[in-house]
């Protein structure tokens, strides 16, 4: 049975970091990417973040690049979306997703329920 379950979210203040963590169970990582996904309030979901097995990076979108970073370890099945210099605008639930393949796709097959991130002075 395929489970994602998100971690780490949580309130903190702008200009701080976050560590998210994307724990995977029922598959092996070393075949499959993970992606980071996001919503806000009253907005759609959108993708922010992919790893495909081979450790190539997908940026979805450009407001984190230079702020956000994604990683892997394979041993522990889990994937990690280290946020730095947050602004108000990250405030969202942050889901993970795995990929039907080894690369990055935004046709997400599998979804985590996502951990909710806010940042707020």
């Known amino acids: 049975q395929v489970q994602l379950v998100e971690s780490g979210g949580g309130l903190v203040q702008p200009g701080r970091s976050l560590r998210l963590s994307c724990a995977a169970s029922g598959f092996s990582l070393d075949y499959y990417a993970i992606g980071w996904f996001r919503q806000a309030p009253g907005k759609e979901r959108e993708g922010v973040l992919c790893?495909?097995?081979?450790?190539?990076?997908?940026y979805y979108v450009d407001s984190v690049k230079g702020r956000f970073t994604i990683s892997r370890d394979n041993a522990k099945n889990t994937v990690y979306l280290q946020m730095n210099s947050l602004k108000p605008e990250d405030t969202a639930v942050y889901y993970c997703?795995?990929?039907?393949?080894?690369?990055?796709?935004?046709?997400?097959?599998?979804w985590g329920k996502g951990t909710l991130v806010t940042v707020s002075s």
């Open positions: 790893i495909s097995n081979s450790d190539v990076k997908t």
């Open positions: 997703a795995r990929s039907p393949g080894s690369r990055c796709s935004r046709g997400m097959s599998y």
